[in-house]
């Protein structure tokens, strides 16, 4: 399996979600996901920008933002500059806990340039798991 770099990520992608929560009910998110220099000053480092539309059932549809840096090793961080998990280059699993709840993510590259990331997540208040599936915006 080929390893992902950065650089691999630079540019522009569809993407889609689902979110499924543990007593079954869903969200989908329908947008874009950019990764870019812009922003970050630094050569080593992309912006991630995801807009987009979340439609839950029975209610109107609601825009959508999330922004991260992406390091040259594929550590993301949040905005505020706390560190998020590490992108295992060659596709597999993550985590990331956030008090008191657990993120496990999983990285499936084997379709690449599509690929997929998956978050489950557990805690007190969270139940849910997540699938977005990247597309490259020029396919």
Not at 5 to 10: A, S, V, W
Not at 35 to 62: H, I
Not at 91 to 109: I, L, N
Request: aromatic share 14%.
């Amino acid at each position: 399996m080929t390893v992902r770099r950065l650089q691999d990520f630079e540019g522009e992608w569809r993407l889609s979600r689902e979110v499924v929560e543990a007593d079954g009910r869903r969200a989908t998110v329908t947008g874009r996901a950019v990764w870019s220099r812009a922003g970050t000053g630094l050569a080593n480092e992309l912006a991630y920008v995801e807009t987009g539309e979340m439609r839950l059932p029975g209610t109107p549809p609601m825009q959508v933002e999330r922004r991260y840096h992406w390091a040259q090793d594929l550590s993301v961080f949040f905005a505020d500059g706390r560190f998020f998990h590490r992108v295992p280059p060659e596709g597999g699993e993550t985590a990331h806990w956030c008090d008191p709840d657990q993120y496990d993510g999983a990285y499936d590259f084997s379709r690449w340039p599509e690929f997929t990331v998956t978050w489950a997540v557990r805690g007190p208040r969270k139940d849910y798991r997540m699938m977005t599936i990247y597309t490259p915006e020029d396919r």
